[in-house]
């Protein structure tokens, strides 16, 4: 089993309807989740975190946090073409002395497109 | 404030040879780790140093190293190279408290 899972799609939404994209993790003790978007041929960039459960909001984002499921999700509301990108989940693993800060797990990655 | 900075962003190297790639990190950061992106493995841990200490390693043999300096630059060596060894290798930053990352541009290696 995978430790950190996302469905690769690709996921196909027209522009401005809601893409949904969702992750599950292996490791129960987690603390901290991390969506990051990442353009062909460029890095990763981070557009959301979450450390607790329920949701979190940022503009047309949303986190979406189940640590009893190990799910986490993140909604993009009115989508854009320029949302057009791989999706990445990453998971901090738990580590009771705290020094496993700048270690993530990542998943696969989601490819979203949004078409005009 | 600047990001992170990694140097080179593209270079070819031959089976066999050694490579040494470079990282400056968003200023006041301590923290610096590694990562490597393939296709077929997808984005996957390399290391993460700390005030000049390795303080997490990830499952990569020994012919990757890494080391940071004390102005919290780092940088990591790949000897021997293999083909499979190309890949993006990305330089990640944080303050060190916490587990958000930021990732440079990264540099792109082809071993051939």
């Known amino acids: 089993q995978k430790e950190v899972e996302q469905n690769s799609g690709p996921l196909s939404v027209p522009e401005g309807a809601i893409a949904s994209l969702n992750c599950t993790y292996s490791d129960r003790g987690s603390q901290s989740f991390f969506w990051y978007r990442q353009y062909s041929g460029k890095s990763p960039e981070l557009i959301m975190f979450i450390y607790s459960n329920g949701d979190k909001e940022d503009g047309r984002f949303t986190a979406q946090l189940n640590k009893a499921s190990q799910y986490v999700s993140l909604l993009i509301r009115d989508s854009q073409p320029s949302d057009s990108a791989t999706y990445l989940c990453a998971v901090n693993p738990a580590d009771a002395g705290g020094t496993s800060y700048g270690k993530l797990t990542f998943g696969q990655g989601t490819i979203l497109t949004v078409h005009p | 404030k600047a990001g992170v900075t990694q140097t080179p962003r593209y270079l070819i190297k031959t089976r066999g040879q050694q490579v040494t790639l470079s990282c400056s990190p968003i200023s006041g950061h301590r923290s610096v780790s590694w990562y490597q992106q393939t296709p077929g493995q997808g984005l996957q841990f390399l290391f993460e140093y700390f005030s000049e200490t390795q303080r997490n390693k990830g499952n990569f043999p020994g012919r990757f190293s890494g080391r940071q300096f004390s102005n919290s630059r780092s940088e990591m060596n790949v000897s021997t190279l293999e083909l499979g060894d190309s890949a993006l290798y990305l330089c990640?930053?944080?303050?060190?408290?916490?587990?958000?990352?930021?990732f440079g541009e990264g540099s792109w290696l082809t071993v051939v």
């Open positions: 990640a930053s944080s303050p060190g408290g916490t587990s958000t990352i930021y």
